[in-house]
């Protein structure tokens, strides 16, 4: 076996990708992403034992940047992996050289093979007998204890997730040092003997991050853009050609914004980054349109139809068709091979839109898939001033629970499962929801109770933090001692490692009895599943019909299970 990866919910059959990942990416691509976190944890190593303010920030940024560049349907390009490997070596010299000058010699590190150096990393690449070598020992199943290395990923990936939210508030100039520091210190222990406690220690500590990280993040968004308003964003399209925009970075839509002011092209977002449509900030633009298309894995068929370029700023990217490769790019964390990358600001510059642009200009329109109008915008601000028509509203029987059906969407059928649901919860219920998981049910007419809808989209899955946040204000609302007691449901959708972290953050904030689905993850062992039964109530979805009579008994599902559902 020269590849594994079972980091996504979708990993081939909920065991793990061996010779191909169902998102596309393949078994070279999969090997330089195991080589990279690898020499990523190298420099942690050295950085760890370094701790001057410097070396934590410089290893930092780094470590940022290329966990995030490993998170599924993110990057698919070898040779910018290739580079990042060899710049990450780069770095790891850099901090070794330093603490030679510290303590009179170069420490060695005993977990981690000394090398690559640069030549290897070409050699993992092209010589299959050496990939095959070099994953078996830098790889997921290098850890050979099953539940060791079952919490050593779980807490990779939720650094995953963390990187992410922190690469977003960087670019928009917000940072923490103590979350480096945690980065570096959690990387670190993956390289040392831990006993299986202390690594289920470490993740709830990387839950606590994961809520600074998410709240740092949301600083910066409404400090720069301002707080989300409720809108109703257009979903159907105008007659001028169009620049499709996707991802999550709300940077790059503000200079795109900027620069096609006056040029007769529309901007429409698109997946993750519909919520944009929510900040003041981006109200000022006539041009941009609406959001057109669903949630990212129905991308191939609706990118080919938008008929202009398309910028893609973060995951989730698929394999690029050639129906529409000549009119996609790439920027940031993402790539795909032979696909024009954007690159990123350079001297205090933006980044340059100006081929994209172009191009629009010579494209016909979007072709209209759907029309109307989808609401949004009830982040955490929104719901604070909501709070006394939602408390007169539970305290008249008209809404007597919440549920949060945030997470991710995906392509398997059984995410029907939150669409019936959605249905299938009485008039009664309001859902709360974040990420791409509401494509499920965003565009149903589910009316709404006492003039509340009873769908309140908060943003992204970066915004996961305003749920959050709303459920600890409910509860001073309410003046309940424990979270628990809230008539609040969570019956979560999970794909990619940013929803990791958002789980890690619920249960570091003492949420319990969580619903996960459509599958609980691959990287759970068996033993590791137990302890989160028990220690949190974690659960797999049911049938709709099932789940939904124990929301509305208000009884907690106290079914446990013993693998991945």
């Known amino acids: 076996m020269s590849m594994f990866c079972y980091q996504c919910q979708e990993a081939a059959r909920n065991e793990g990708c061996t010779i191909q990942g169902v998102c596309g990416k393949p078994e070279s691509t999969s090997g330089l992403q195991d080589l990279l976190i690898h020499t990523l944890k190298g420099i942690a190593w050295y950085a760890s034992r370094l701790q001057d303010p410097r070396s934590i920030e410089e290893a930092g940024r780094f470590i940022v940047k290329g966990l995030f560049a490993t998170i599924t349907n993110a990057n698919f390009d070898d040779d910018r992996f290739q580079k990042w490997i060899d710049e990450a070596l780069d770095v790891r010299s850099l901090l070794a050289s330093r603490c030679k000058a510290k303590v009179g010699t170069i420490p060695e590190p005993s977990m981690f093979d000394p090398d690559p150096k640069p030549d290897a990393a070409v050699w993992f690449a092209k010589d299959p007998e050496i990939r095959r070598m070099k994953a078996t020992r830098v790889g997921v199943l290098s850890t050979v204890d099953p539940d060791l290395r079952s919490l050593r990923e779980f807490l990779i990936y939720g650094l995953k997730g963390i990187a992410a939210y922190t690469h977003h508030a960087e670019v928009l100039g917000f940072t923490d040092p103590a979350i480096w520091r945690f980065l570096i210190d959690a990387l670190n222990a993956t390289l040392e003997p831990r006993r299986v406690d202390e690594m289920a220690d470490l993740l709830m500590r990387a839950g606590e991050v994961a809520v600074s990280a998410m709240a740092l993040l949301d600083k910066a968004n409404t400090s720069t853009y301002g707080h989300p308003e409720i809108t109703e964003v257009n979903i159907g399209v105008r007659k001028n050609p169009g620049i499709l925009i996707s991802g999550h970075d709300l940077k790059d839509l503000e200079e795109l914004l900027?620069?096609?002011?006056?040029?007769?092209?529309?901007?429409?977002?698109?997946?993750?980054?519909?919520?944009?449509?929510?900040?003041?900030?981006?109200?000022?633009?006539?041009?941009?349109?609406?959001?057109?298309?669903?949630?990212?894995?129905?991308?191939?068929?609706?990118?080919?139809?938008?008929?202009?370029?398309?910028?893609?700023?973060?995951?989730?990217?698929?394999?690029?068709?050639?129906?529409?490769?000549?009119?996609?790019?790439?920027?940031?964390?993402?790539?795909?091979?032979?696909?024009?990358?954007?690159?990123?600001?350079?001297?205090?510059?933006?980044?340059?839109?100006?081929?994209?642009?172009?191009?629009?200009?010579?494209?016909?329109?979007?072709?209209?898939?759907?029309?109307?109008?989808?609401?949004?915008?009830?982040a955490h601000e929104q719901l604070r001033k909501l709070a006394p028509a939602i408390h007169e509203a539970v305290e008249k029987g008209a809404i007597k629970r919440f549920v949060v059906m945030a997470g991710c969407d995906g392509r398997q059928p059984v995410r029907s499962y939150f669409t019936q649901v959605a249905q299938a919860l009485p008039q009664d219920s309001v859902i709360l929801t974040a990420g791409c998981a509401k494509y499920r049910y965003n565009k149903l007419d589910l009316g709404s109770v006492e003039g509340i809808p009873r769908v309140l989209d908060a943003g992204q899955c970066n915004d996961s933090y305003s749920l959050a946040l709303t459920a600890l204000r409910l509860k001073d609302l309410f003046g309940v001692k424990d979270v628990n007691d809230l008539p609040i449901h969570f019956d979560i959708a999970w794909y990619e490692q940013k929803a990791v972290a958002v789980l890690l953050a619920l249960l570091y904030l003492g949420f319990k009895d969580i619903r996960l689905g459509p599958t609980l993850p691959a990287f759970v062992s068996p033993n590791v599943a137990k302890f989160l039964v028990e220690r949190f109530g974690i659960k797999p979805i049911s049938d709709p019909k099932t789940d939904v009579g124990s929301m509305v008994a208000g009884k907690a599902d106290v079914r446990l299970v013993d693998g991945r559902g």
């Open 258 to 378: 900027k620069q096609t002011v006056g040029t007769g092209v529309d901007v429409y977002t698109h997946s993750e980054m519909l919520p944009a449509h929510y900040y003041p900030a981006f109200k000022q633009y006539p041009h941009f349109a609406g959001n057109y298309g669903n949630a990212w894995w129905k991308q191939d068929r609706e990118f080919a139809l938008f008929n202009g370029p398309i910028i893609m700023t973060t995951n989730c990217l698929v394999p690029v068709r050639e129906a529409y490769k000549h009119r996609i790019f790439t920027t940031g964390v993402t790539g795909f091979p032979g696909v024009k990358h954007i690159p990123d600001r350079a001297d205090g510059k933006g980044k340059d839109f100006s081929e994209v642009i172009a191009l629009a200009k010579t494209c016909p329109p979007p072709t209209e898939i759907e029309n109307g109008k989808i609401v949004g915008g009830f």
